[in-house]
């Protein structure tokens, strides 16, 4: 069974960083896409960031500038990177990755941004 774990959330400032994790088991993330997703309550989940197989990587506008998303193969995790956080991104970060047209996802990492 696919499994991905997501670790690093905790409590910033205001502008303050955070490093997540998304790592794998019984998949290899370097041959597949992953995302990160964010739940706000009284939000529907959206999309943050991709690294795509082939190491492209993409990002919501709202995270351009200020969150990076990267891939350690030998650790089999997917990392994003977000600086200069702010409230509105607080919530439950979510890892998401695709087998066979299946969707996997982490059990999420809980983020809170406060002034």
């Known amino acids: 069974q696919v499994q991905l774990v997501e670790s690093g959330g905790g409590s910033v400032q205001v502008g303050g960083s955070l490093r997540l994790s998304c790592t794998a088991s019984r998949i290899v993330l370097s041959t597949n896409g992953v995302m990160w997703y964010r739940q706000t309550p009284g939000k529907e989940r959206e999309w943050v960031a991709v690294?795509?197989?082939?190491?492209?990587?993409n990002y919501a506008d709202s995270a351009k500038g200020r969150f990076t998303v990267f891939r350690d193969n030998e650790k089999n995790t997917v990392y994003l990177e977000m600086n200069n956080l702010e409230p509105e991104e607080r919530g439950i970060y979510y890892c998401k990755t695709k087998k066979r047209n299946r969707d996997y996802w982490g059990q999420g990492t809980q983020v809170t941004v406060s002034a």
């Open positions: 690294v795509a197989s082939g190491g492209a990587r």
